[in-house]
């Protein structure tokens, strides 16, 4: 046991290779695929090509996240990204489902909706995006750090209309089981649907889900109650990004409404909070900040998993020191299909490509990303 002349023995060294028991699954390691939209997924139904992608990227006894998946017509805003409101795209998710699971990995859904992060092009009969809010979001540039983004008028959801998009959820999520995934992943951050109701710079409603932290948050939590509902708990996760400003949905209080959440969430047991650190700026732009996660990670009963701009090296320090129990690695997951075998020898990562982030090619920055008994010879390197 743990001899330290063992493999097992090196791994017990790195915290992040450590085993960890999230609810009912056993994970054999703590280096999560983070949710990572590749808008290849065309017409919204998700592609062969996703079954080599994500089986990839799976481990046995790993976690992985799939991108954010839409949960109606009126959910999107990108091009080619994935649904899962309709059977076709639900049995399209199948395959893939079974090839990550015939790795042994552990496979949860996120389920989304842009809310006013989208224009008339996306939307059924040309209709205007649905928001919090009729305030309209002024152009962006993608996480790209290159393409703009346009965006129409937002038309605010009436009281009466909420409780269909949060069935929108339930469907949803009853989807992903049907699809094979073994949970959800509810979408609430960012600046989409959920963060428009979330957060103060957005939400200007005078009804019951707008002003005070409670009604703000109340759209929100009914559908973690909806989803949990339906598909049980402890088969739920939410993604949450307190501190972030994207898409002009910031807020004046992050931490208040941090701890609000995970306060209102312990009451429904679900089994995730998953939380961006306050050092992303952008999607995929950090800086040193004062402000942590440490209150929400204290007061969340659940399993507590931090995303943003970690290392191999920070990544074992957060588990090391307790500040989380799993950490969700994006970019260089993307670039590195078998990162937790990387992170174990401590080796060199490859570089990723940010041109190729968003490209719809099935192959080209998606698949091609080379394993590390293929990079002999290859120069590719960490930025
Ligand atoms: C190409 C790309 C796509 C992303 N798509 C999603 C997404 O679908 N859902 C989501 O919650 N976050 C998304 N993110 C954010 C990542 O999950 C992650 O939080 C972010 O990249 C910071 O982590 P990192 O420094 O490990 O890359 C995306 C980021 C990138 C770079």
Redesign the pocket.
């Known amino acids: 046991m743990g001899s330290e002349t063992t493999e097992e023995g090196d791994k017990q060294r790195i915290p992040l290779l450590t085993p960890y028991k999230m609810g009912n699954f056993r994970l054999s390691h703590r280096i999560v695929l ?5 808008q290849r997924s065309y017409n919204n139904v998700p592609q062969p090509h996703a079954i080599l992608y994500y089986s990839q990227r799976a481990t046995k006894g790993g976690f992985l ?1 799939a ?2 998946t839409g949960v109606s017509d009126t959910a999107q805003g990108y091009a080619n ?1 994935p649904g899962i409101w309709t059977k076709e795209q639900t049995d399209a998710w199948k395959p893939i489902v079974e090839a990550v699971h015939a790795k042994g990995a552990v496979f949860f859904c ?1 389920i ?1 909706h842009v809310g006013r992060v989208s224009n008339t092009g996306f939307q059924p009969n040309g209709q205007s995006p649905i928001s919090s809010t009729s305030k309209e979001l002024t152009p962006q540039l993608r ?2 750090g290159v393409d703009m983004a346009r965006f129409s008028p937002p038309r605010r959801l009436r009281t009466d209309e909420i409780p269909k998009i949060v069935n929108d959820f339930r469907i949803a999520a009853r989807n992903a089981i049907e699809a094979g995934f073994d949970g959800v ?1 509810i ?1 609430g ?2 600046g989409y649907l959920l963060e428009q109701f979330f957060k103060d710079q957005a939400n200007d409603r005078t009804d019951q889900y707008g002003g005070s932290l409670e009604n703000r948050c109340r759209f929100g939590l009914e559908v973690v109650e909806a989803v949990s509902d339906e598909i049980g708990a402890g088969r739920v996760g939410i ?1 949450l990004s307190p501190f972030a400003n994207y898409m002009q949905s910031g807020d004046s209080n992050p931490e208040a409404l941090g701890l609000y959440l995970t306060e209102a969430l312990n009451k429904y047991g679900i089994l995730y909070c998953h939380m ?1 650190e306050p050092r ?1 700026i952008s ?2 732009v ?1 800086s040193e900040c004062s402000e942590s996660l440490a209150p929400m990670r204290k007061s969340f009963k659940g399993t507590f998993i931090v ?4 290392d191999r090296e920070d990544g074992n320090k957060a588990v090391a020191e307790n500040r989380a129990d799993l950490v ?7 670039a590195n299909p078998d990162l937790p075998k990387r992170f174990e020898l401590d080796a060199p990562l490859n570089k ?1 490509e ?1 041109e190729t ?2 490209t719809p090619d099935p192959v080209i920055g998606y698949t091609d990303y080379p394993f590390l008994e293929e990079t002999d010879g290859y120069r590719r390197e960490v930025e």
């Open positions: 983070a949710p990572l939209t590749r996240l991108e954010a990204t996120q989304w996480a790209n992943e979408h951050a960012h993604r961006v992303m999607v995929g950090k995303a943003g701009g970690y969700a690695y994006g970019r260089h997951f993307l990723y940010r982030f968003y």
